[in-house]
């Protein structure tokens, strides 16, 4: 590797495998779009923590990707998030909740607010992400107690509109979405 091979880290955090998805599309995409840099991908998990924040010291930009976890991130990923002081940095989500753009920003500005305030933001992307059955368990337990309540039947609407989340075009935006920013 010559002394000015850019470097480019994808590192991710995800429990089901969305948010894993999009972050292998992601490294396949950019490793094409820039054949001369270095695409590297990292999971993050508790234990990779150091060295994921090793190898985002090391990279000239990084991409971390979250999945919505309340409404935010997990620790592990504030923990990375929180030391890319005067790095070049691009978010990714996943959420269980989609359709609306509003609710992705939300979520993107308070994780963005986990980065110090020198980080380098270049943008942020987000997509709607599948979630396990035991929910849809759980809420049709409590349609079963409330079979009228409005709430639960959307609950259970958006339940299964998330189910092919994420597609193929979830990917292609979130892609676009990363190269317009790096
Ligand atoms: C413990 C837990 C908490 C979650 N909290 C939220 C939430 O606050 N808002 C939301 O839209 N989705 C929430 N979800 C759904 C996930 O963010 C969504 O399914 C995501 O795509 C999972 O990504 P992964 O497959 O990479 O783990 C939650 C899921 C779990 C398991």
């Not at 994808?10 to 972050?23: D, I, K, L, P, Q």
């Not at 990707?65 to 990714?92: I, M, Y």
């Not at 092919?164 to 990363?178: G, M, N, V, Y």
């Amino acid at each position: 590797m010559s002394s000015n091979q850019q470097t480019i880290l994808v590192a991710y955090n995800s429990r089901g495998g969305n948010t894993r998805a999009v972050a292998q599309a992601l490294e396949q995409a950019l490793a094409q779009e820039y054949s001369q840099a270095d695409v590297l991908l990292e999971e993050i998990t508790p234990d990779t923590v150091e060295q994921v924040r090793a190898a985002a010291q090391a990279a000239d930009t990084s991409l971390i990707g979250f999945w919505c976890d309340k409404g935010s991130c997990t620790d592990e990923v504030a923990d990375v998030l929180q030391s890319l002081s005067g790095k070049r940095v691009f978010l990714f989500g996943t959420a269980g909740f989609g359709g609306s753009a509003a609710y992705f920003d939300r979520i993107l500005t308070g994780v963005r607010g986990k980065l110090p305030q020198d980080t380098v933001y270049l943008g942020g992307a987000m997509c709607q992400g599948k979630m396990s059955q035991s929910v849809r368990q759980r809420y049709e337990g409590m349609l079963a107690q409330n079979p009228d309540d409005p709430k639960i039947k959307a609950m259970i609407e958006n339940f299964d509109a998330a189910q092919p989340h994420p597609t193929k075009e979830d990917l292609a935006a979130i892609i676009s979405a990363a190269k317009s920013s790096l």
